[in-house]
């Protein structure tokens, strides 16, 4: 197969924005819409088709070299492009204590999916992008590797999601929120919405750095800010992979209320973040308010939350 013909591949572009009645949102005026970007492919949903095409289309059916933690969502998008497309694929895993041990069933996907995988101690992993450290992991994968960073996010990618902030504008979406891990995905749909509209972005991981890494993608994207957006830090639940009884209860219940599956380490927490925002009066009453399903909860297993891993969006 043509690595260069992704639209062979059959994606559901632009993916289904779809109104859900729900009595929490709508008793403070705020119309809320979800985008279905969990159904765009089946083996690369979300903002991993977004973001990764564009990668490949750059690497041209040469192998892929990535990064990712140990349940990474990125890894196994890649992996399966891999298959799909005919080009090998190597994974550096965040994680040398896992190497020897029985694959978690996110990592044996990579692995079915014919992904080499590579694993190495965090301090490693930390120093990824030194160049050094970077020759060292390239010696683990085939000749003339492209390196893809981790969750993605790159210039490339950016560019690549600002499609996604340009489809939610022509839907007539006033306010777009996404969960946030790289936070690649929140800086290209800022710069597609188009002037009038803002974009939220629910931090999953701890720490408070994100707002400088999508400035800094932004810079390398686009040379410089754009698009109105926000970061609200409050709804990690504790850190990556991590939940809380709060979190389950909510999310089975959105569920129960419309019959959505609801992926727990993303998706979630980027749902419960926008309910406690509209009963906070954030969105002003006639607000739609669009939020983006990245991924599905079909994962072959889920992370244990005393081993998270490294952040994959």
């Not at 040398?96 to 101690?121: H, I, Q, T, W, Y």
């Not at 960073?149 to 950016?158: D, I, K, T």
């Not at 002037?195 to 932004?218: D, H, S």
């Amino acid at each position: 197969m043509n690595a260069l013909d992704l639209s062979s591949l059959g994606p559901l572009l632009p993916s289904p924005l779809e109104p859900v009645e729900d009595e929490r949102f709508t008793r403070h005026g705020v119309r809320l819409l979800l985008k279905r970007d969990d159904l765009i492919h089946p083996g690369l949903p979300g903002n991993k088709w977004r973001k990764l095409a564009p990668n490949l289309l750059a690497a041209a059916g040469r192998p892929v070299l990535t990064f990712g933690g140990a349940y990474s969502n990125h890894l196994r998008a890649t992996a399966a492009a891999g298959r799909l497309l005919g080009f090998p694929t190597t994974g550096v895993v965040r994680g040398e204590e896992l190497a020897g041990r029985p694959l978690n069933p996110s990592l044996a996907r990579c692995a079915a999916d014919g992904m080499r995988l590579v694993f190495v101690d965090r301090a490693t992993y930390r120093a990824k992008g030194d160049p050094e450290v970077l020759a060292r992991v390239l010696r683990e994968a085939p000749p003339g590797s492209r390196v893809v960073p981790e969750g993605g996010s790159n210039a490339l990618a950016v560019r690549g999601c600002t499609e996604l902030g340009r489809e939610l504008g022509a839907g007539g979406v006033d306010v777009a929120a996404v969960a946030c891990g790289t936070g690649g995905t929140l800086a290209g749909l800022a710069a597609g919405l188009g002037a009038g509209r803002r974009a939220i972005g629910v931090p999953v991981l701890r720490g408070g750095f994100l707002g400088a890494e999508i400035r800094t993608l932004q810079e390398a994207a686009f040379g410089g800010p754009r698009g109105d957006w926000s970061l609200d830090e409050r709804f990690h639940f504790g850190g990556y992979a991590r939940t809380t009884p709060a979190l389950e209860a909510f999310a089975t219940d959105f569920e129960a209320r419309h019959g959505l599956a609801i992926e727990r380490i993303y998706v979630a927490k980027m749902l419960y973040g926008l309910l406690t925002l509209a009963e906070e009066g954030a969105f002003p009453p006639g607000t739609t308010l669009a939020a983006v399903i990245t991924g599905r909860p079909d994962a072959p297993g889920h992370p244990d939350p005393g081993q998270p891993s490294g952040a994959s969006r």
